[in-house]
């Protein structure tokens, strides 16, 4: 049972340009929603969190938006950069669980110059 | 200064083998991962262990055995591999093992079972 669906499954932008990628949760428990961003031969590294207390956070170039009440959030990054060419996963967690963290499937973001 | 280490970087080997991995996290972190990455980059977690005592065990078959000597090492030995068997595997750390930590990610180890 896939309980966080990401898409698209890979995105192609020129540089400059805005890269968004949404994702859509099931379990109401939730709360706690980061992105994790993969470079290749790489692991993943924490990029952005959110809880849902907010509906939006912002971290430079990189935002994320959250609406609670259609369980989705998603990734904005602004003036895309070739060095973004990378994969992007949403996940999500619930504290009563532990650190316990469902992934997206992933998005493959490539930046052209 | 590497914060969670990984060895080996690549492992392959035939199917039927045993094989190891090893993970250490010089964080002093309490909390210890082993994640699965298949050929779609679908990342799916397999064993967490916080403090040396296994938290997260899911639907995993038991050729896995996961086994942490001390908080900072966390290693991973497959029996009898499969050609299925063949992935990225990652091992990561967190501060507490609550909800809301952030999970630090080795280099992962790319396993290929001929």
């Known amino acids: 049972q896939q309980q966080v669906k990401q898409s698209p499954q890979s995105l192609i932008v020129q540089k400059g340009g805005i890269s968004i990628i949404n994702c859509a949760y099931e379990?109401?428990?939730?709360?706690?929603f980061p992105w994790y961003q993969q470079f290749p031969g790489k692991g993943p590294a924490l990029l952005i969190a959110?809880?849902?207390?907010?509906s939006e956070k912002k971290e430079g170039r990189f935002t994320i938006s959250f609406n609670k009440s259609a369980k989705q959030f998603s990734l904005h990054i602004m003036d895309s950069q070739p060095g973004d060419s990378a994969t992007y996963f949403c996940?999500?967690?619930?504290?009563?669980?532990?650190?316990?963290?469902?992934f997206g499937e992933g998005t493959q973001l490539t930046v052209n110059p | 200064d590497t914060a969670v280490s990984q060895t080996p970087k690549y492992l392959v080997t035939q199917m039927g083998n045993d094989k190891s991995i090893k993970c250490e996290q010089n964080?002093?972190?309490?909390?210890m991962y082993w994640y699965k990455q298949d050929s779609k980059k679908f990342l799916k977690i397999m064993f967490s262990?916080?403090?040396?005592?296994?938290?997260i065990n899911e639907t995993v078959p038991n050729r896995f055995s996961p086994k942490s000597p001390d908080k900072a090492h966390l290693n991973l030995h497959i029996n009898s591999l499969e050609l299925g068997d063949s992935a990225v595997y990652f091992c990561?750390?967190?501060?507490?093992?609550?909800?809301?930590?952030?999970?630090?990610f080795g280099p992962g180890t790319r396993l290929t079972v001929l």
């Open positions: 959110i809880r849902p207390d907010v």
């Open positions: 990561a750390s967190s501060p507490r093992g609550g909800g809301g930590d952030t999970q630090y």
């Open positions: 964080l002093g972190h309490d909390t």
């Open positions: 262990y916080n403090n040396k005592e296994l938290i």
């Open positions: 379990n109401t428990a939730f709360d706690y």
């Open positions: 996940a999500a967690s619930q504290e009563t669980s532990g650190s316990r963290l469902t």
